[in-house]
T-cell receptor, first 117, second 114 residues
Framework: AQKITQTQPGMFVQEKEAVTLDCTYD???????LFWYKQPSSGEMIFLIY??????QNATEGRYSLNFQKARKSANLVISASQLGDSAMYFC??????????????FGTGTRLKVLA | SQTIHQWPATLVQPVGSPLSLECTVE??????LYWYRQAAGRGLQLLFY??????ISSEVPQNLSASRPQDRQFILSSKKLLLSDSGFYLC?????????????FGPGTRLTVL
């Protein structure tokens, strides 16, 4: 069965420093997608970044980058120059196909990031 | 642009009462729709997903049900709520015609069952 593992329940980082949030996955599908979402205290889920299994380069979106190591089945999120507003829960997710031809998504348990002033 | 709405934003219900949560999407057609539940401090659990009107797939057997009466409307229901139904309910959509097939989430409904 497909699985997403986030081993860091909580992380602290000093403002303006970089931080890496870990995510490992397990799948037997050759084609898959990996996502990171941010959930602030308000509860909304904000899409941050996507990495496709066939993408040759690591995805980047502003201060967010995804360190994709396919052989190790890891998809770590790197946040550069942390800001106080980055304090939130972060979820790694993977899509998997279904028999109905659509996708469903499995989520990790999340990492709570606290940025310190 | 596409937007997704959920209501109500918060709800407090007694055990044994019925439930109806609504989700609507604007700005896209034939979306795939999803209902998730998030218990306090936990990850997301997929409850139902739908690829079209009247087509519902259930992931977890429970006292909840879902319906899709219109293309961009997804409803989560229960006839009798349990204490364990408390949580944060999120609706999401994606569209396989999109480049990334990314899921986008609504603002959520916080349900407390007393």
């Amino acid at each position: 069965a497909q699985k997403i593992t986030q081993t860091q329940p909580g992380m602290f980082v000093q403002e303006k420093e970089a931080v890496t949030l870990d995510c490992t996955y397990d799948t037997s599908d050759p084609s898959y997608g990996l996502f990171w979402y941010k959930q602030p205290s308000s509860g909304e889920m904000i899409f941050l970044i996507y990495q496709g299994s066939y993408d040759q380069q690591n995805a980047t979106e502003g201060r967010y980058s995804l360190n994709f190591q396919k052989a190790r089945k890891s998809a770590n999120l790197v946040i550069s120059a942390s800001q106080l507003g980055d304090s939130a829960m972060y979820f790694c997710a993977m899509r998997e196909g279904t028999t109905s031809g659509t996708y469903k998504y499995i989520f990790g348990t999340g990492t709570r990031l606290k940025v310190l002033a | 642009s596409q937007t997704i709405h959920q209501w109500p934003a918060t709800l407090v219900q007694p055990v044994g009462s019925p439930l109806s949560l609504e989700c609507t999407v604007e700005g896209t057609s034939n979306p795939n729709l999803y209902w998730y539940r998030q218990a306090a401090g936990r990850g997301l659990q997929l409850l139902f997903y739908s690829v079209g009107i009247g087509q519902i797939s259930s992931e977890v057997p429970q006292n909840l049900s879902a319906s899709r009466p219109q293309d961009r409307q997804f409803i989560l229901s229960s006839k009798k709520l349990l204490l364990s139904d408390s949580g944060f309910y999120l609706c999401a959509w994606n569209n396989l015609a999109g480049v990334l097939d990314t899921q986008y989430f609504g603002p959520g409904t916080r349900l407390t069952v007393l």
